[in-house]
């Protein structure tokens, strides 16, 4: 991924479960670039969250075979590895879904090139952002 080297990049929670049940597809793939050092990873607190939590979740949790412990390592090797941004100040957002607002927070505070996500309420955004889907972003950047 030569293109995005040192490129700020958002991942949706979406796409980091979809990358870790599936490792072959193109959010796995995008997992591993970024672990490869490929680009650089922005979140912040409400992302972290977010993403231990639904890991924890029964059928993602059966698929995936993690215990607490694993998904809090997981977690934890993401705040160190990743640059991780404070939104509490984040203005309101422009998102509709409220679900939505710390990941477009964390793009926008973070100053990211990319948000990565499959969500179409995001998607709906990048006529004025930087909102592209992983197949997109690997397409790209891959």
Partial sequence: ???????????????????????????????????????????????????????????????????????????LLLRFFADVVDVTQAKESISTDPKDAPVLATFLVGKANYLVSGDDDLLKLRDSHSIVTPAEFWQRCG
């Fill in 1 to 75: 991924m030569p293109s995005v080297v040192k490129s700020r990049v958002v991942l949706d929670t979406n796409v980091f479960v979809s990358g870790l049940l599936l490792p072959e597809s193109i959010p796995g793939k995008i997992l591993k670039a970024w672990r490869g050092a490929s680009f650089n990873l922005v979140l912040s607190e409400p992302l972290l969250e977010e993403i231990r939590r639904v890991p924890g979740y029964r059928k993602i949790r059966k698929r995936l075979r993690w215990d607490d412990q694993q998904i809090g390592r997981y977690t």
